[in-house]
């Protein structure tokens, strides 16, 4: 099945800056549209104790193939000389689609706008056929082997605006329906200070409640050696000194661990409170706070674990405050709605894309 497409960019080079004005085209007038979503299932042996085999997940056993037709516009060259393409031209092409020696992504540009579209595909152009008539060349095809068998939408953006702590829901509609996405993260700092983000979909909420008293961070740590007692846990906090409690985010969070005193087990948690309503919550995983700076924009991969700045140098754990860099949580997101609380005072970017397994149309 041929792909429908207005424009390409791939390799850094649009289809529609060729030197040649081409338009797609249909040779094969097949109707037939592939999904190529065949798999197996990994699994161990069997015999006559074991009739049923251990299963290990599963993998995908085939990857879409693009077919890609290409004419020259005939509005533009009406005549049946002007319409074969040289020598010149296909070298132009060829050299083009064919240089890459690892796969790269193609973007297409599609007749139609809807969020059921895969516009992105990662892959190489693995051959590339004429269409002669006669002793001349009227028609390619160009042969795009993805490394997956469906493609993904164009990046997804959600902006939140932040001075003290504000709400965003993300609404991932990937069709990897039990796996995450893993987005990129741009933070804009106003001043500097603390910021975190905290994914309530994707973390265990152990506690909550209102805390009272004249000092709320001291309830809230309260709040935690009481349910630590409460459920057989000693408490060990993240910072050093006499008492190893170290705030952050004005004096409205705190990390620490709780360690099973039966089984010798370690969880870090994170306890926070939101400064108007005073409500408190106690979680484990999800959650991501580090130091930022007025005048330092902040990159976040959460796909590649990298952290860098505005022209992509890296920058190091410890300027971020983050010292216990086995236990970094890097935003993921479930598939459907997730429910984040943002805190800090900055502007937060988030960028992510979502799987399409519709096919090669």
Not at 349 to 358: C, F, G, Y
């Given at each position: 099945?041929?792909?429908?497409?207005?424009?390409?960019?791939?390799?850094?080079?649009?289809?529609?800056?060729?030197?040649?004005?081409?338009?797609?085209?249909?040779?094969?007038?097949?109707?037939?549209?592939?999904?190529?979503?065949?798999?197996?299932?990994?699994?161990?042996?069997?015999?006559?104790?074991?009739?049923?085999?251990?299963?290990?997940?599963?993998?995908?056993?085939?990857?879409?193939?693009?077919?890609?037709?290409?004419?020259?516009?005939?509005?533009?060259?009406?005549?049946?000389?002007?319409?074969?393409?040289?020598?010149?031209?296909?070298?132009?092409?060829?050299?083009?689609?064919?240089?890459?020696?690892?796969?790269?992504?193609?973007?297409?540009?599609?007749?139609?706008?809807?969020?059921?579209?895969?516009?992105?595909?990662?892959?190489?152009?693995?051959?590339?056929?004429?269409?002669?008539?006669?002793?001349?060349?009227?028609?390619?095809?160009?042969?795009?082997?993805?490394?997956?068998?469906?493609?993904?939408?164009?990046?997804?953006?959600?902006?939140?605006?932040?001075?003290?702590?504000?709400?965003?829901?993300?609404?991932?509609?990937?069709?990897?329906?039990?796996?995450?996405?893993?987005?990129?993260?741009?933070?804009?700092?106003?001043?500097?200070?603390?910021?975190?983000?905290?994914?309530?979909?994707?973390?265990?909420?152990?506690?909550?409640?209102?805390?009272?008293?004249?000092?709320?961070?001291?309830?809230?740590?309260?709040?935690?050696?009481?349910?630590?007692?409460?459920?057989?846990?000693?408490?060990t906090f993240t910072g050093t000194g006499s008492t190893n409690i170290i705030p952050f985010c004005n004096n409205t969070g705190v990390q620490f661990y709780l360690n099973d005193i039966h089984n010798g087990t370690e969880k870090k948690c994170t306890a926070f409170y939101l400064s108007d309503t005073k409500q408190y919550k106690i979680i484990e995983g999800g959650f991501v706070y580090m130091t930022v700076y007025k005048d330092l924009d902040i990159y976040m991969d959460c796909q590649f674990l990298t952290i860098t700045d505005s022209i992509g140098r890296m920058i190091t754990y410890d300027k971020l405050g983050i010292t216990d860099v086995d236990h970094v949580y890097w935003l993921r997101l479930l598939n459907g709605a997730n429910n984040l609380l943002?805190?800090?005072?900055?502007?937060?970017?988030?960028?992510?894309?979502?799987?399409?397994?519709?096919?090669?149309?």
């Open positions: 099945m041929f792909k429908q497409f207005e424009d390409f960019t791939f390799s850094g080079k649009k289809f529609s800056d060729l030197s040649c004005e081409y338009i797609p085209a249909n040779f094969n007038n097949e109707m037939d549209i592939s999904l190529a979503l065949e798999r197996n299932m990994n699994s161990g042996e069997t015999n006559k104790y074991r009739t049923e085999a251990n299963y290990f997940g599963d993998t995908w056993s085939d990857t879409l193939t693009l077919e890609l037709h290409i004419i020259k516009n005939p509005s533009v060259y009406p005549t049946q000389e002007a319409q074969s393409i040289t020598r010149r031209e296909i070298r132009e092409i060829t050299k083009w689609l064919t240089s890459p020696h690892y796969p790269e992504w193609i973007t297409f540009n599609l007749p139609s706008d809807s969020e059921d579209d895969a516009t992105h595909y990662r892959g190489w152009f693995h051959n590339v056929e004429t269409l002669p008539v006669d002793d001349k060349i009227y028609g390619l095809k160009l042969y795009f082997e993805c490394t997956t068998p469906f493609g993904y939408t164009d990046n997804i953006t959600n902006i939140k605006q932040v001075t003290t702590y504000g709400n965003l829901t993300i609404t991932n509609n990937s069709d990897e329906a039990q796996n995450y996405c893993y987005p990129t993260v741009t933070i804009t700092p106003h001043e500097n200070g603390h910021i975190f983000i905290c994914n309530l979909s994707d973390c265990k909420l152990l506690d909550s409640g209102t805390l009272t008293g004249e000092s709320y961070f001291e309830s809230l740590i309260d709040a935690v050696e009481s349910y630590a007692l409460l459920k057989g846990y000693s408490v943002l805190h800090g005072n900055a502007d937060f970017q988030i960028q992510h894309q979502e799987s399409r397994k519709a096919g090669e149309y």
